[in-house]
């Protein structure tokens, strides 16, 4: 492909990032919980039944729905996409529903607990979907492992400074609401509009700019007499069960998906819980949450394209484990903080470490893989993802109800993180990359 076609792809490829970043910001992190716990649900939470429960546990709870859906699906649409080279429009349809998700959220008022949880849920799994197709894309515009990391972390970068814009435009409006004639529920409901309306806008540019290597093909749906849809999806559940057992072969690879899906839970649930502990456990207001999040968002840009550095020096591998070191201690710091200023400085460590963990563990894999199932074997990266975001954010509400404050569990985090660790060291690079080529070069079995 000529060097105007990879900077076009390399820049559409980016260019989803910052635009789906401001539904994960704004939505799913920023506003959304926030809104949930004080104008949905409200401080005194709902009983069901015989039972109370707080908004902290009802969002915990969606949260691991919205995983186990995209866990259930992610391997055989991945296999899909990947023999139809349909990769670009599984993830064009992804974002759009989602925005579309996130732009009906508006409609959610006080009382309206079920419908802005099903709102979210929908969102939620097509934002995650998405995200299976477009980090397929990446060992297909960016082979070798450096140029993966750089690409990588240059993705997440592009992710911060949009979602970030987007999210201080939604901030403005929250802080300046009075001023501007209107309630601060209803700024923060116009606010999620901006961002599906931002995820939706700029997908059009990924669309523009963003091309696809042929697929490989699936079995005739005629020979069997099935229709089309039938036999391309049995064709790509067939392609997820080789797969599977294609990954249970490589011993490396299989020990990073099981590391990964430790740390990533931990990673996963402090994402998801951070705004709506700040809100119910610390009760901050709504606009140093905001706040901080925003600060996130903008070290998180440079903590991307540090340990993309740092990858270079030490290793992928090796930058990863640094960053879960102080993931550790961030974990441990969130069970004594009691203050604004406290939340705020954990969260500058935070944006440190977000960006490294996730954009040198997304290229690693990418590095270990064959290029040409891509989506096949990123939809298994998903599974273990969404895998352990299932069980965090679950284990989460329940240690919340049981013991009344999320204190305690915010410090199940830890555990994630060690055991990961410990997984991560013990899992050798070259030799991944090497069950990788040959797996290549033996194409599908």
């Not at 939620?124 to 070798?144: E, T």
């Not at 809100?279 to 394209?305: C, P, R, Y």
């Amino acid at each position: 492909m000529p060097e105007t076609g990879n900077r076009k792809n390399n820049f559409g490829w980016c260019m989803y990032d910052w635009a789906n970043s401001a539904y994960t910001t704004t939505v799913a992190v920023g506003l959304l919980p926030a809104y949930f716990a004080q104008a949905v649900v409200g401080s005194e939470g709902v009983r069901l039944g015989d039972t109370l429960y707080r908004a902290t546990t009802l969002w915990g709870f969606t949260a691991g729905l919205a995983a186990f859906l995209a866990f259930l699906l992610s391997p055989t649409l991945g296999a899909v996409a990947d023999m139809t080279a349909s990769k670009k429009r599984f993830l064009l349809a992804c974002a759009f529903t989602g925005s579309l998700f996130s732009v009906l959220l508006y409609f959610c008022q006080s009382g309206d607990i079920f419908r802005t949880l099903f709102f979210f849920l929908v969102a939620q799994v097509a934002y995650v979907g998405g995200n299976v197709f477009y980090d397929a894309f990446l060992p297909q515009i960016a082979p070798g492992r450096n140029a993966m990391d750089r690409l990588s972390g240059k993705g997440y970068a592009y992710g911060y400074v949009g979602g970030g814009l987007q999210f201080a435009l939604a901030l403005g409006l929250v802080a300046g609401h009075r001023r501007l004639g209107m309630t601060q529920g209803l700024a923060a409901r116009l606010g999620m509009v901006m961002a599906g309306l931002w995820w939706a806008g700029f997908t059009l540019v990924t669309a523009r700019h963003l091309s696809e290597a042929p697929g490989r093909g699936v079995p005739s749906p005629r020979k069997s007499g099935r229709p089309q849809w039938l036999g391309t999806l049995a064709a790509g559940f067939s392609r997820t069960l080789q797969t599977t057992r294609q990954v249970r072969r490589y011993r490396h690879l299989a020990t990073f998906l099981l590391a990964y899906m430790f740390y990533n839970d931990g990673i996963q649930t402090a994402i998801n819980m951070a705004t709506i502990y700040g809100k119910d456990e610390l009760g901050l207001s709504t606009t140093v949450l905001m706040a901080t999040l925003l600060t996130i968002q903008m070290v998180a840009t440079a903590g991307a394209l540090l340990f993309s550095r740092v990858a270079s020096w030490l290793g992928t591998r090796q930058a990863v484990m640094l960053t879960l070191v102080i993931w550790s201690g961030v974990a441990v710091a969130a069970y004594f903080i009691q203050s604004a200023r406290d939340f705020f400085a954990l969260g500058v460590v935070v944006g440190l470490v977000l960006g490294g963990s996730q954009a040198l563990s997304r290229s690693l894999y990418g590095s270990m893989i064959p290029p040409r199932a891509s989506a096949e074997f990123y939809g298994f990266y998903t599974l273990f993802s969404k895998f352990s975001s299932i069980w965090g954010s679950w284990v989460f509400a329940a240690v919340t109800l049981m013991a009344g404050s999320a204190r305690t569990a915010i410090l199940s985090l830890v555990a994630f993180f060690l055991v990961g660790l410990v997984l991560l060291a013990l899992v050798d690079e070259e030799k991944a990359r090497q069950a990788g080529r040959e797996a290549e070069v033996a194409g599908p079995q």
